[in-house]
């Protein structure tokens, strides 16, 4: 039997594939479809293709794991781990941390729930850079302290294109709706560990997203950062001119990456995006 694992929902942005290759658990969120069709988020039921054929056709619902089969999915780990560390989608966007939470209290001991106040990609690198800290089993208080910490270093933009999914989701009131639609404009949100804001308007979808970029970092005075574009985007010849776009502007090399399908849920197709980290350089 192992000592210690590591359980993670589709939050992360990861497939249960993907998240297995790193040697963590999964248990997959679900969501439905304007039929009521349910879906498992779990790369399989749901590949990102047939998500957005899903998405473009209209409203798709996003729903936790019942705290029936995460007692399973604890059940089974404990087989297999002495003691098992859960790190649900963040309470901001989810019902997940709660549930995981009253369910642990069952297993003293043995299944600890952190609290996070991120997501998908951000929450990917942070766990990343936490996880020796849980398989070196420091202190449960040490270890929630430490993520806290990290979730710092991090930041998203997102500017979606289409604000009737973050309506829906009630992300964005019906008056900002309302002027925006009208206007014609889109609104730069900034994700980080204090939550969601509204950092301006553009017309640009690519622009907008350059803009968020520029005022978040002088608004938290990084001097190094990295960049990742993160997306929405069905189409490729897009995606390819979005990151031109960012490299040529910021003279760094970026990657991108498709927003996690429980998250994009809430920000419809074709959102245009952007996670930073903060680099530390130590000499």
Same mark, same amino acid.
């Given at each position: 039997m192992k000592k210690i694992g590591i359980l993670v929902d589709s939050g992360i942005n990861l497939s249960k594939s993907e998240v297995e290759k790193l040697g963590w /658990? *999964? &248990?997959?969120l679900t969501l439905l479809d304007g039929d009521n069709? +349910? #879906?498992?988020? $779990?790369?399989?039921?749901?590949d990102p293709a047939k998500a957005y054929q +899903?998405?473009? %056709?209209?409203? @798709?619902?996003?729903s936790q794991a019942n705290q029936e089969s995460i007692k399973e999915k604890y059940d089974e780990l404990l087989k297999k781990y002495e003691k098992i560390y859960v790190i649900p989608i963040? /309470? !901001? *966007?989810?019902?997940?941390? =709660?549930?995981?939470?009253? +369910?642990?209290? !069952?297993y003293p001991g043995k299944v600890f729930v952190l609290h996070s106040?991120? &997501? =998908?990609l951000l929450m990917l690198h942070v766990l990343e /850079? @936490? %996880?020796?800290? &849980? #398989? =070196? $089993? !420091?202190? *449960?208080? #040490? &270890? %929630?302290?430490?993520?806290?910490e990290l979730e710092k270093k991090y930041a998203a933009i997102l500017v979606p294109s289409d604000m009737s999914y973050l309506k829906r989701s009630g992300r964005i009131n019906l008056a900002k709706l309302i002027v925006a639609t009208t206007l014609k404009i889109n609104p730069?949100? !900034?994700?980080?560990?204090e939550g969601f804001d509204s950092i301006g308007k553009n017309r640009g979808l690519i622009s907008g997203v350059i803009q968020g970029i520029e005022k978040v970092v002088s608004d938290k005075g990084w001097k190094?950062? /990295?960049?990742?574009?993160i997306h929405t985007i069905p189409n490729e010849d897009e995606v390819k001119n979005f990151v031109q776009m960012l490299e040529a502007k910021f003279n760094k090399k970026i990657e991108s990456k498709k927003v996690a399908i429980i998250i994009s849920a809430h920000l419809g197709l074709n959102m245009y995006g952007a996670l930073l980290k903060k680099k530390i350089n130590y000499f």
């Open positions: /658990e *999964f &248990i997959p069709n +349910v #879906y498992k988020d $779990d790369g399989i039921d749901l +899903v998405l473009s %056709q209209g409203l @798709l619902k996003t963040t /309470e !901001k *966007f989810s019902g997940s941390y =709660a549930s995981s939470l009253l +369910v642990a209290k !069952k106040n991120i &997501i =998908a /850079e @936490l %996880q020796d800290d &849980i #398989y =070196a $089993d !420091k202190d *449960f208080d #040490y &270890i %929630q302290n430490r993520l806290y730069i949100i !900034k994700f980080d560990y190094d950062y /990295e960049i990742v574009a």
